[in-house]
């Protein structure tokens, strides 16, 4: 299946399928797995979430100085975020895999939300032209594509 020849709306739709067949796979251990992790991607902390060394070792390791959606410097828009690129809440048998994440600030995180990528390339698209090619250069083709098996 050649994606790039898709329509917005074919792609949503075919997100939405695949998300709703694969959700049925999770096991007991994959959702431990994800406690786990879920207080290990938190790079900030904050009330609500933990911090771990290692999870701050790692977001410095795979970023620069500044956020490569918006361009800011991390210290100056709200810190380094580990974001998934396909969301965790439609793609859970992605949330621990490295390939999903990306470490972007976390005002680029707050607004990319929940989005799937398609979504998500569309809203810049609309909301922040100037930014879509660096949104573009990032797409997780090789998650995307494993989609379809």
Not at 16 to 27: P, W
Request: charged share 35%.
């Amino acid at each position: 299946m050649d994606l790039e020849d898709k329509e917005l709306k074919e792609l949503f739709k075919l997100a939405d399928e695949i998300g709703k067949r694969r959700y049925h796979k999770l096991t007991r251990q994959d959702f431990e797995d994800y406690k786990k992790f879920d207080s290990w991607r938190y790079i900030n902390g904050d009330s609500e979430c933990g911090t771990t060394q290692e999870s701050q070792d790692w977001a410095r390791d795979h970023s620069d100085w500044d956020c490569p959606i918006c361009g800011d410097k991390f210290s100056e828009c709200g810190g380094r975020t580990i974001d998934h690129k396909l969301p965790r809440a439609q793609y859970p048998w992605l949330s621990m895999d490295f390939k999903n994440f990306w470490v972007i600030c976390r005002a680029c995180n707050q607004k990319k939300g929940e989005k799937h990528w398609f979504e998500y390339e569309h809203y810049m698209f609309i909301h922040h032209p100037g930014l879509l090619p660096a949104i573009q250069a990032v797409r997780p083709t090789q998650l995307l594509k494993s989609l379809k098996e």
